[in-house]
């Protein structure tokens, strides 16, 4: 056999991947042992980045060795439908091509997302293969798949009519830029170097004031009191008057109530309901006025009086010029505090009054806590469940609706006296309406709920409706693969999905959605950075493909990512992965170069050569065993690469 | 100084190499080819394509024989005794080795290998130290023989026959960097030692393995303070 000079990963790569042609990957239930994993769905525009890389790149590996250890390993891949960010693209290409998305129905708007799904949607799967990803790829799905759609809409309902979604006017997390509300754990809090604007307010009727501070000047034209605390000496002169808002002089009462800090700013606080989570409890409390002054895109309303249709953050600049104009201003100070920002569009969150669906978590948080505290589902590293514990306990209800049109729409359906009933389609909710409301009804009375829930609301049924286990719970698959084995995921993630998926697993199968969960590093650059855009410090991950061959990177990325710690990646990893594979070629062309006699007696030295190898084979393969069980996944490659070859340096 | 340092690709194919132009036995051919096989498995879960791709190439396969689906190796019976007695022969090769570089003896040219005679734990390897250091034979000594050169594997003293004779000079000077390299050694793990928050916490095997360091360092540097005496005579 003529076996070439030089290892070509290329070749190789693009010969072997016909393991697929084969059908290995495939999986369907049988007499053995299953090993399942579901993939964290990338978003279906997305691309591969090298997160993506070494999340896949584990579960592989994790995969590969159930399957030779004889199990019946399925590994699900999919994508999802990435509700804001999805949207948020298909609004700028409509924009781009001089559409609007204000002035185009929604069945137009969702042909567009559709389209732009088949066009896009996608690559990253295919990017996957590259790596070697052994996915079960004819179980592929898709959030917005029918049988995905129709689980979550069939939850929603059930959700509903056991009583735990509910709709209510709250104080939510609004996003302009994507002009929806977030929920709590959408809004990333960051610290910020910003202003504290110490601000006159003149007593009604007299010549005295009371200074306030606060960092959002712009929300004055909001206020509907200020607020001292009642035992400070200070303001004691202020109980039961009014003060006057800055330029537009509307007269707002002096309110007392304990929750004031009085060391902060001036110890006299301006209450604006409509826009501060802390001044809306505060509103309810002493039965306040709420004045919501901002447009959805964050611009100010006729209700401010001034500014209207500018944008929040220029009405901050103007105001300030006009309240040192009229006198009001009376000093400015530095000051760092943390602002909200949306995870997905970056954009200032507004907090702000809302009607919108939320699911209560009380029960559902209860049990899902439970099995990580009793060990049913395990942690790698263990140290999360500090973090888990701490959310589960501290968690609000859950905001599930999002004002856009990307998703699953909310099957909620309205009845022209301000009923409503929960339904899978218009006629079905008509049927209902008909029998609990008022039999004289007709199709035309009834309009659906605008709004989509949550892309979480749908992935939090992932390894559930993968198999089709909400529609038919008793289904072959869904008996089989669930709960499923391993959850390889980012930790940024461990409340958005990895919590909920709990939850959803104990409220519809009433069993873990899987038994262990590993939580792989964040990947930064060699000189501990995130890897971002802005910065340029993200290698293309089919680049380096390319020029390393999958395997190098795979060993590249494994060789230093400990699970949960983060990964300083060097592309030099890869560099000794491609290296490994030589060595191991040079191994196979020195061994295919020998000539074989049988009639050859074994040297004692060979003899005694294959005697100490095979010792210490199965001295490392234990050790390898335990690394596993451990999923200490780099230590496991560590020794087996020595075990191979070993070029440390030996000084 | 203490080196592990074997593996398949550096250590075990040398050893078995059968000399240029020389075939191979089979029964270590097959059993290479098995071993091969055995490592590109538990490799494959990370480096699925060159592992299927050697696989291959290793021998001749029916369809469907793809490493893919084969099965992971099943752990068997390990002889800690036989590991430990090779990474002491490994340490008497690599001094060979050094001993051969250091005196400009050709790999080619054989020679002979006396030992002190005691406990000598790599003796079941003698046919592979004499391979792989080409040597005519190995002879257990008791008295340190003139005309040597010597070097030391834990506290066991090796020597080598030189048939021109050695710079007393220059040999005292290597042994007294060895002595402060290995009383430098020593030092450092009795630093560690007398830690006791590492004595107090850390796994008894791993406190256990310095103390045989410290054990180790100290033969040693007994030895190497003879040697040192012998030669100023």
């Not at chain 1, 829930?453 to 669930?482: A, E, Q």
């Not at chain 1, 290296?579 to 295919?592: D, H, P």
Request: aromatic letters at 10%.
């Amino acid at each position: 056999m003529d076996i070439p000079s030089k290892y070509n990963p290329q070749a190789t790569e693009d010969k072997w991947y016909d393991w697929m042609e084969k059908r290995y990957f495939h999986s369907e239930p049988d007499e053995r042992e299953p090993y399942t994993i579901v993939i964290p769905p990338p978003n279906v525009t997305g691309v591969l980045h090298m997160g993506h890389m070494l999340n896949n790149t584990i579960q592989d590996v994790l995969v590969r060795r159930a399957r030779m250890q004889g199990k019946n390993a399925c590994w699900v891949p999919g994508t999802d439908h990435a509700s804001i960010a999805t949207e948020a693209k298909v609004v700028a290409k409509l924009k781009a091509d001089g559409i609007d998305k204000e002035k185009i129905s929604r069945e137009k708007f969702l042909e567009h997302a559709w389209e732009w799904k088949e066009k896009h949607g996608g690559i990253i799967l295919e990017q996957l293969k590259k790596l070697g990803a052994s996915c079960d790829w004819e179980r592929t799905r898709f959030t917005m798949d029918e049988a995905l759609y129709e689980s979550v809409i069939q939850v929603f309902i059930d959700l509903y009519n056991k009583g735990l979604i509910y709709r209510g006017i709250r104080m939510i997390n609004w996003d302009p830029s994507a002009g929806t509300a977030i929920s709590d754990e959408e809004v990333i809090h960051r610290e910020v170097n910003s202003k504290l604007y110490y601000i006159n307010y003149q007593v009604e009727g007299e010549n005295d004031f009371i200074t306030i501070a606060t960092t959002r000047p712009e929300t004055i034209l909001g206020d509907t009191a200020v607020c001292v605390h009642p035992e400070d000496e200070r303001f004691k002169r202020f109980h039961g008057k009014k003060v006057l808002v800055p330029l537009i002089n509307r007269p707002v009462p002096v309110i007392v109530d304990k929750y004031v800090d009085r060391e902060f700013g001036t110890g006299a606080l301006k209450i604006t309901p409509a826009h501060d989570l802390h001044d809306y409890e505060l509103g309810i409390k002493h039965k306040l006025a709420s004045i919501d002054i901002f447009n959805d895109d964050g611009t100010l309303n006729e209700s401010a009086e001034l500014y209207i249709g500018k944008d929040r953050f220029a009405v901050r600049e103007e105001i300030v010029k006009d309240l040192e104009k009229s006198g009001n201003l009376v000093k400015i100070e530095d000051y760092l505090n943390k602002v909200g920002f949306s995870e997905r569009t970056d954009a200032v969150i507004e907090p702000r009054l809302s009607q919108q669906w939320f699911l209560k978590m009380g029960e559902l948080a209860k049990r899902a806590l439970e099995v990580v505290e009793n060990g049913t589902i395990r942690f790698h590293p263990p140290k999360f469940k500090n973090i888990y514990r701490h959310w589960m306990e501290n968690v609000r209800d859950w905001n599930i609706s999002r004002q856009l049109w990307w998703g699953q729409q909310i099957p909620v359906y309205y009845l022209p006296d301000g009923n409503m009933v929960a339904a899978r389609s218009k006629e079905e909710a008509l049927d209902l309406a008909r029998k609990k409301y008022d039999s004289g009804l007709n199709l035309e009375d009834l309009s659906q709920d605008e709004d989509v829930v949550d892309t979480w609301f749908s992935s939090w049924l992932w390894p559930i409706t993968v198999f089709d286990g909400i529609r038919y719970p008793d289904n072959k698959d869904i008996n089989y693969y669930y709960p499923t084995n391993d959850l390889v995921t980012a930790p940024d993630i461990i409340f958005f999905w990895v919590a909920r998926m709990i939850m959803a697993g104990m409220e519809y199968r009433n069993e873990v959605p899987f038994k262990n969960v590993y939580f792989t590093g964040i990947v930064r650059d060699k000189l501990g950075r995130k890897m971002s855009k802005t910065l340029g410090n993200s290698p293309d991950p089919l680049k380096l493909i390319d020029q390393y061959g999958a395997d190098g990177v795979r060993v590249g990325m494994l060789l230093t990512a400990p699970a949960g710690n983060d990964l300083p990646f060097d592309p030099a990893l890869c560099e000794q992965g491609r290296n490994f594979s030589n060595k191991i070629w040079n191994a196979l062309r020195l061994i295919k170069g020998w000539k074989i006699d049988t009639q050859l007696e074994q040297p004692e030295s060979s003899r005694l050569a294959v005697e100490w190898f095979r010792s210490k084979f199965n001295t490392t393969l234990n050790e390898i065993n335990d690394y596993f069980t451990k999923y200490r996944l780099s230590d496991a490659l560590m020794a087996t690469y020595k075990l191979i070859w070993d070029d440390s340096d030996l000084g | 100084m203490i080196l592990i340092w074997d593996d398949f690709c550096s250590w075990y194919l040398e050893m078995i190499k059968p000399p240029y132009k020389h075939p191979v036995d089979k029964t270590t051919y097959a059993k290479t080819v098995a071993f091969f096989e055995d490592l590109m498995k538990i490799l494959h879960p990370f480096m699925p394509f060159l592992t299927e791709e050697i696989w291959h190439l290793l021998r001749d396969r029916e369809e469907g024989d793809d490493i893919i689906i084969a099965r992971l190796p099943e752990t068997g019976p390990a002889d800690e005794k036989i590991v430990n007695a090779f990474d002491k022969a490994e340490q008497v090769i690599i001094g060979i080795r050094k001993i051969r570089k250091e005196k400009n003896i050709p790999n080619k040219e054989t020679i002979t290998l006396l030992l002190k005679k005691g406990k000598h734990d790599e003796s079941m390897f003698y046919p592979v130290l004499e391979k792989m250091g080409n040597i005519d034979k190995i002879e257990e000594v008791t008295e340190k023989p003139d005309n040597v050169i010597s070097f030391i594997v834990g506290a066991q003293e090796y020597y080598i026959p030189l048939s021109e004779s050695v710079n007393v000079e220059d040999e005292i000077a290597k042994l007294q960097e060895e002595l402060k390299y290995t009383e430098g050694f020593l030092n450092s793990v009795m630093k560690k030692l007398s830690n006791e928050r590492f004595v107090n916490n850390a796994p008894e095997a791993v406190v256990a393995k310095e103390k045989k360091k410290q054990a180790d360092a100290e033969a040693r540097i007994k030895v190497l303070k003879e040697q040192i005496g012998n030669l100023k005579g």
